[in-house]
């Protein structure tokens, strides 16, 4: 049983169609008090992120994201009646659900504290939804989409936040269906050499792949052009993930530029679930939500979309009478006055002997003092001295998004920072 199912004592299927407000506190308590006691140990989810964890912004229906993943959910109700849709709010999992079971090797980065999020050696905040793929397979669920809250440590800049949204869909063909769809037409151009140059799942057939390839090409071609408009031109190429063979990524030229937007493939064969039948093929697909909103509603800011301002939330709110209408689908946000932004610079002495610095580290210390006050950090210098001693430089820039900061305000945040890293980073001297 996996720690998620276990939890509340329900199949995770289950679990993830009741409504989630009791199981979300659960949570979020959960989260709060197991980093704190992992603190020192393993642990690494800092106050900051557990905050998000509670905050549901997909059940938020003052949220872009809520509006996006209803779009997605009526656009599958359409055109593909035999998919589940399912929301999981619930993003702890297993280290074995996040990589192991995935198929991630030992030595990928993404398995290091340095990028992702681990409440102690078991169990972490999932970097992905593709964590929770198995186990819905497992129950039976041959086809569904999924959508939920993902967590990576990462750069601060008005496009990255370490929590974001992720849709992700499957669709399992057994062997009668492989079998069934041998007179398939013929595959986009393109296509065929994409699949040709790779690897296919152990014991598949080219011809099966083929199938599979085509119809996933088909349905992410469709899911794009309800989003980005019928005419929106497309590219794929090839690309790599771990648990996928072949695979390939999709972008959209809009608003004048190439938008990476999902990444896709055959589902490796030790990926599928014991249960499902022997011979199966399934597609697989995960795209990023806040992306999407933000190109699609020109949102020039990921901190905003954990905006409680009144002035964002009246943007988004439902109109109305409910007609969610194609122009309010597509409605541009308006920027309520852009504050002032003020910048304050942190030099330090780095000894890599004492330990290697890891910049996720200086990352989520600022921002667990000035959390979403932080509009980006910026290394805007670094060189070795006459001594040998390596320095950095970083540009901190904080910015509301709702109020003016003040220099006061601002020096505080600056000066606890200061301290922080001064008390909590092995091997760093600030100058
Ligand atoms: N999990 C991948 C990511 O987060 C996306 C993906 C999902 C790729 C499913 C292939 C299949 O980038």
């Known amino acids: 049983m996996t720690w998620a199912a276990g939890l509340c004592g329900r199949s995770i299927v289950e679990r993830m169609q009741r409504p989630t407000v009791r199981l979300a506190s659960t949570i979020a308590s959960t989260v709060a008090c197991t980093a704190a006691q992992a603190a020192g140990r393993r642990g690494n989810v800092t106050d900051a992120i557990a905050a998000k964890v509670s905050r549901k912004l997909l059940n938020d229906p003052c949220s872009p994201l809520h509006h996006l993943w ?3 959910k009526a656009h599958f109700a359409a055109h593909h009646p035999a998919f589940a849709h399912f929301q999981d709010d619930q993003p702890v999992v297993t280290v074995r659900q996040n990589f192991d079971e995935l198929l991630f090797p030992a030595d990928h980065p993404g398995r290091s504290a340095h990028d992702s999020y681990f409440l102690d050696e078991q169990r972490m905040l ?3 939804m593709t964590a929770n793929e198995r186990a819905i397979m497992a129950e039976g669920v041959r086809r ?4 939920g809250d993902v967590y990576r440590r990462d750069a601060i800049d008005c496009t ?4 974001f949204h992720q849709l992700e869909g499957v669709s399992i063909f057994t062997p009668d269906e492989l079998a069934a769809g041998t007179q398939q037409p013929p595959l986009p151009e393109g296509l065929e050499e994409l ?3 790779q690897e296919v799942p152990a014991g598949a057939s080219r011809d099966a792949v083929r199938l599979v390839m085509g119809d996933l090409h ?3 071609s469709r899911l794009m052009a309800a989003l980005f408009g019928e005419a929106v ?3 794929w190429s090839a690309t790599t993930f771990p648990f996928t063979t072949p695979s390939m990524e999709a972008e959209v030229f809009y608003n004048g530029q190439w938008l990476e937007v999902v990444g896709s493939g055959v589902l490796r064969a030790p990926i599928l679930p014991p249960s499902v039948p022997a011979g199966s093929l399934a597609w697989a697909f995960g795209m990023g939500l806040e992306r999407v909103a933000m190109v699609l509603h020109a949102i020039p800011d990921i901190r905003l979309f954990w905006s409680q301002d009144a002035r964002w939330r009246a943007q988004f709110a439902p109109p109305s009478g409910g007609a969610h209408g194609r122009a309010w689908e597509r409605r541009r946000f308006v920027p309520f006055s852009k504050y002032p932004p003020i910048g304050r610079d942190v030099s330090f002495y780095v000894d890599e002997a004492v330990a290697a610095f890891a910049e996720n580290d200086l990352f989520d210390l600022i921002r667990s003092h000035a959390d979403d006050l932080v509009e980006s950090v910026e290394k805007i210098d670094e060189f070795v001295d006459g001594r040998g001693r390596s320095s950095r430089c970083y540009r901190i820039t904080f910015r509301s998004m709702d109020k ?3 220099d006061a305000q601002v020096n505080a945040i600056q000066d606890a920072i200061r301290a922080s890293i001064a008390s909590s980073l092995p091997g760093v001297t600030l100058r």
């Open 70 to 72: 209803a779009q997605v």
């Open 126 to 128: 999932r970097t992905h």
């Open 144 to 147: 569904f989409i999924v959508a």
């Open 160 to 163: 990255h936040m370490p929590v």
């Open 195 to 197: 699949i040709a140059g």
């Open 218 to 220: 088909g349905t992410l």
């Open 233 to 235: 031109p497309m590219r």
């Open 404 to 406: 003016t900061l003040t």
